[in-house]
C-alpha cells in the first residue's frame, strides 16, 4: 500500500494511489482491470495518471479489485494527516 504522500496531495489523489498501488500489488494489469469494469485500459491509464475519478468510479475500481472503497478513504486520510503532521513539525 501507500505508506507517504506529499502534503499537496488531496485525500482523493492519495486514495487513487492506493488503490493503483493495490491493483498493482495483486497483479492485476491496467488490461485486466479495464476487463473487470467494462471499459478500455487507456481509460483506467487516464485516471490513475490524472488521479481523478467520479465517485461511482472510484467505488467500482475499488470493488474491482477486491477492496473496500470506504476502508481506502479511510486509509488515504490517515496517510494525509501524517503528512500534514510531518509539514507542522
Known sequence: MLD???ENMTVGN?????????AGMKGLTQDALASKLG????????RFRKQEMM??????TAQAIGTDPAQVIADAMQIKNTALAGKEE
Not at 492519495?14 to 493495490?22: G, L, P
Not at 471499459?39 to 487516464?46: E, F, G, K, L, S
Not at 465517485?55 to 467500482?60: P, T
Open 39 to 46: 471499459i478500455v485500459r487507456q481509460t483506467v491509464a487516464a
Open 55 to 60: 465517485l461511482d468510479d472510484f467505488i467500482d
Open 14 to 22: 492519495i486514495a487513487i494511489r492506493i488503490i493503483e498501488k493495490t
Open 4 to 6: 507517504t504522500a506529499n
